[in-house]
Structures are given as C-alpha cells and as structure tokens.
C-alpha cells in the first residue's frame, strides 16, 4: 500500500470550462506554502496527489491554502477486489471501534463488482474477523473506498480545508491595513476569494511608534500564512496629519484624514496595478464609517473599495480574528494614526462641501506625492521575526 495525501476541489469543480487554471494557480500556490519541503504532487481535473516523507507537516501548510475543499490522507492499492479487501482489513485492524460503515465509489466503471455489492464484500470480511457490528447511521469508523481509474484509495477520515478561490486567481490588490482588529479580517476574506493582496500601512512618527509599525508587521505575517506572497507598504504620514491638524475644524479631522489615505491608496494602487482598494470598515463602528461619512470619504476614488466585513457585528469579526490567529495582536495597546488623533465629538455626517473647502487650506497634493515617493517597503515578511519587538 502506498500512503499519500489528495485534495478535493470543492467550489473549483463549478467552473467548468476554466478549471484548468484554478488548479494550475492552486497548484503553485501549493508549491509555494510548501517551500523546500520533501514532496512530489501531480494533479487532474478530479484531485491534486502528493507523496511526501514528512505527510503530517504537509498536511499542516494544506490546512492554510484557500482553494482547498478537504484534505484526505489515504493508501492507494490496484484495482483488483481481492487486493482492496485484504488492504482494507489489515488497515482496520489498527484502528480502535466497535461500529463501522463502508461507503465504495466505483468512478472506474471498468471494475467488475458495483458499488453496493463490494460494500457487503468488505463488509463480510471485517465481520468474519473482529468482533464489530454494522451501523450505516452513526458509525464509529468510516471506511471509505473510492475505486478510479489510476487505482484505489482507501481512507477513514477527510480533513475539512478553508475553501474559497486559490489566492492570485482574481487578480492583485492593496489591503488599507491598520493595527486593529477589522482590516486582518478583511485581508483574509480577501485572500479566500482568490484576491492577492498587499498592504498598504499608514505611519506618523513620532506620534505613533515603532510598536505600532510592528505590530502591523506581524498582523500582516499571520496573514501571509494563508498567501506567502505579501508585502507590506508604509507610507510616512506625519507631514499631512500635522497639515490637516492645522487647517481642519476638529470634528472634520478624521473625514479629512481618511480621505488623503484614500487618495493616496488609489494612486497608489493605480501605479501598481491593483484593481481594487480592500479595507476593514464596518457599517456604523466609528463615526467615519457611517454611511453618510462612507460616502464623502469614498468620492475622492473612481476605483472600487471593497469592505468585507461591512455587513458584520463586532463579535463576529473578532470570532473571525481568533480563528485566523491575529486577534490576540490586533488588541496590543499601540495606537496608529487613525487613533491618535481622535477628536472628542467627530462628525458623524460629514458634507462633501466642508471636506472640499478645507482641504484648499493646504497643497495636498504635493504631500501625497512627498508620501508615495517615501513609502518603504517590506517584503519576505517570514524572513522578519517582529514578535521580539511588540
């Protein structure tokens, strides 16, 4: 018998005619999280198989790889009845039940017994051996047995995996990353919709503090488990949040704020061709995410920004952040710049002619471009241990 992984498509298999080029992303995305690992993997439009001395690790980086519907670790044996029922005992043997089921797939048509009838034949050969019974509702052990043309594998248990799109599969985009809560969560929504995000972090020193800055850091390589292709863009700036400080009516502060960081993340995002802008706001949580603050914020972008937790109450988004593993981060006490600044009373419906007339107060413009000129970049983001630093 040969021992091995294989993977279901889950969600991949509707796309019929384009299906080759999920898996193809799929698969390096695969090559990619597995990095130097011992393995050798092939792929068909049914299953993705990899062989590997080290199955547990692998199966460990599978768990993180959206476009995975379930991961399955099974022994492959010919297509031969007498073969598959002996394999199947002595496989049995070395489990601990007393109640099982087996379930037979016969995708190979060209095999003699159909599926009902090999069922009783595994069936009978467990029962003339141990002492175990039959339960085809609630079994204790679940034989599963699906006989294909390249052989027949035989498994007990499949490994549920994060589902979604391969990531890359939908093109590239920039996450607006902060160090709290909501836009981790948004950036791993991103990624299990098959987008390839990169972020884009706002800083403003001495305000806020290299804590901060590193802070965001690690948020961005939890993430980077699921993608390992992130990179993280730091834009300087201290020189427009003072400039608006000055020049802006206090409750006007953060509309104004978000709307240079808007500008910024569009041009941005223009000049490195990502299609779209992804942040973490949630309808209603802060005074510049009501739907009267979402508008006039927006309407300095003609490219889409896209919220995916906007729709969301806070305790499920901080369910989602435990889950993926950046909560425990997100709510270490340094302040970014969307914080710091925060006004006593800010506007919760801000008007479009306000935000206009007091951006003249300042050339904006040439501190946008001063900002994006400066912007440092930080990528191999495993490569960078910042825990230490927090």
Request: with cysteine; charged share 25%; glycine share 4%.
């Amino acid at each position: 018998m040969q021992k091995l992984i294989f993977i279901k498509y889950g969600e991949l298999t509707t796309k019929k005619g384009n299906r080759n080029v999920f898996i193809k992303k799929l698969t390096n995305n695969i090559k990619n999280i597995l990095g130097n690992i011992n393995y050798s993997m092939k792929s068909d439009r049914s299953r993705i198989y990899i062989e590997s001395s080290d199955i547990d690790t692998v199966v460990e980086k599978l768990k993180n790889i959206f476009g995975i519907h379930s991961i399955v670790i099974a022994y492959k044996v010919d297509n031969n009845s007498d073969t598959i029922i002996d394999s199947v005992y002595e496989l049995v043997k070395c489990e601990s039940f007393k109640t099982f089921k087996v379930d037979t797939k016969r995708a190979d048509k060209r095999f003699e017994v159909h599926s009902m009838d090999f069922n009783k034949m595994v069936a009978t050969k467990i029962l003339k051996n141990m002492n175990v019974s039959v339960d085809v509702h609630n079994p204790e052990l679940y034989i599963k047995i699906e006989i294909r043309v390249e052989g027949t594998f035989v498994y007990f248990n499949e490994i549920k995996g994060l589902g979604g799109y391969p990531v890359g599969i939908q093109g590239k985009s920039l996450l607006m990353l902060s160090g709290g809560i909501d836009s981790p969560v948004a950036g791993y929504l991103a990624l299990k919709r098959g987008v390839d995000i990169e972020c884009l972090y706002f800083e403003s020193p001495p305000h806020t503090s290299d804590q901060a800055k590193n802070k965001v850091i690690t948020l961005a390589n939890i993430i980077n488990k699921y993608s390992g292709n992130i990179k993280v863009y730091i834009v300087p700036f201290t020189k427009i949040q003072e400039m608006i400080l000055r020049n802006v009516k206090e409750e006007y502060i953060i509309t104004i704020m978000r709307r240079m960081m808007y500008r910024i993340a569009q041009k941005f995002a223009k000049m490195n061709k990502m299609q779209v802008i992804f942040n973490g706001e949630s309808i209603g949580q802060v005074a510049s995410q009501t739907l009267s603050s979402m508008n006039v914020i927006n309407n300095v972008c003609d490219i889409p920004v896209i919220r995916p937790v906007a729709c969301m109450d806070k305790i499920e988004i901080i369910d989602i952040a435990k889950k993926i593993g950046t909560y425990e981060t997100s709510i270490l006490p340094y302040e970014d710049c969307c914080t710091v600044f925060v006004p006593t009373h800010p506007v919760i419906n801000p008007t479009l002619d306000k935000c206009i007339l007091y951006e003249k107060n300042f050339d904006y413009e040439t501190l946008i471009d001063e900002a994006i000129n400066n912007i440092e970049t930080i990528s191999n983001l495993d490569n960078n241990n910042y825990d230490d630093i927090l």
